[in-house]
């Protein structure tokens, strides 16, 4: 298999699990060290122990929130890994509130998980690319970006707002030969969907596959593949865009 992040230096955000962690395992095959920063330090440790690439992981335990903990953590994987030539914005939470009784640290902390750390994230790594006149950005933003679902406020926003930093950003920094891309995926096999049929009447899992033009759901792997291409020189020319991921889904009219 050609590998096609040889010499790369990777930061995955949230990569301890579900897509990020797919992500990871597909970046380390691909030939590229990888750095995680996560709020889950005993999932995170235990996870890198299990990829059994010691000299090519790095892992921090920190909040996306915080411009310190991005800092820190930068400062840690550059001192392992050397610049870094890729970010991927993964770490993510849903929402699920009342647009009336949400109350306004209620959605800063959240936009600040959705939204504002792929910014923050952007900021430590782009002085490096920009000397490098190199790099490629990929934010995971969702289908919800485009057409959403009762009971998610307002993890849209959010992810709209993540698909327009994209192209904002895109457009600061093409000049350096740096991109950035957002992926969308759709349903996929991860702890954040397995919380959402477990607060479902179980009925509720056909009827999602059945809406399906492939009859099924996305494993972490699949979205991780259109990553890692975005992430590679095979796409020197793909910027500012929304890649969906999500089997057709939003290609269906009701009915
Ligand atoms: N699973 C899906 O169906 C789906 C669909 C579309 C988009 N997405 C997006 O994909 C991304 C990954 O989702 P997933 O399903 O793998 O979720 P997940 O919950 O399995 O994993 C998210 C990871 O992010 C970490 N994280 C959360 N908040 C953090 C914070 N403040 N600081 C550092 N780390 C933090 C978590 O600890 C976890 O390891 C998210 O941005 C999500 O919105 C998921």
């Not at 959705?114 to 790594?125: E, F, G, I, T």
């Not at 020189?233 to 290609?251: C, K, Q």
Request: proline share 4%; with cysteine.
């Amino acid at each position: 298999m050609t590998k096609r992040l040889e010499g790369h230096h990777i930061v995955v955000t949230g990569g301890s699990r579900g897509i990020g962690a797919a992500i990871v395992e597909k970046a380390l095959a691909e030939g590229s060290g990888v750095s995680i920063i996560d709020v889950e330090e005993e999932a995170g440790r235990a996870f890198i122990a299990s990829l059994n690439a010691p000299d090519r992981v790095y892992f921090a335990r920190g909040d996306i929130r915080f411009a310190d903990d991005i800092e820190d953590f930068h400062r840690g994987a550059v001192a392992k890994l050397g610049p870094v030539t890729g970010l991927v914005n993964n770490a993510g939470r849903n929402s699920n509130a009342d647009p009336v009784t949400m109350t306004e640290v209620q959605w800063d902390e959240f936009m600040s998980v959705d939204l504002k750390s792929a910014w923050l994230c952007a900021r430590v790594v782009l002085p490096a690319m920009i000397a490098a006149r190199k790099g490629a950005i990929v934010n995971i933003a969702s289908v919800h970006a485009d057409h959403t679902f009762p009971g998610y406020f307002p993890y849209a926003a959010a992810k709209s707002g993540l698909v327009g930093l994209t192209r904002s950003l895109a457009l600061e920094v093409g000049r350096h030969q740096i991109r950035v891309n957002a992926l969308s995926p759709g349903w996929t096999e991860t702890f954040l969907v397995a919380e959402y049929f477990a607060r479902n009447p179980p009925e509720m899992r056909q009827k999602v596959l059945d809406v399906h033009p492939m009859g099924r759901i996305a494993s972490p792997a699949e979205i991780a593949n259109c990553a890692a291409f975005l992430l590679s020189d095979e796409a020197s020319f793909v910027t500012g865009a929304n890649w969906r991921v999500d089997g057709g889904l939003g290609a269906r009219f009701a009915g």
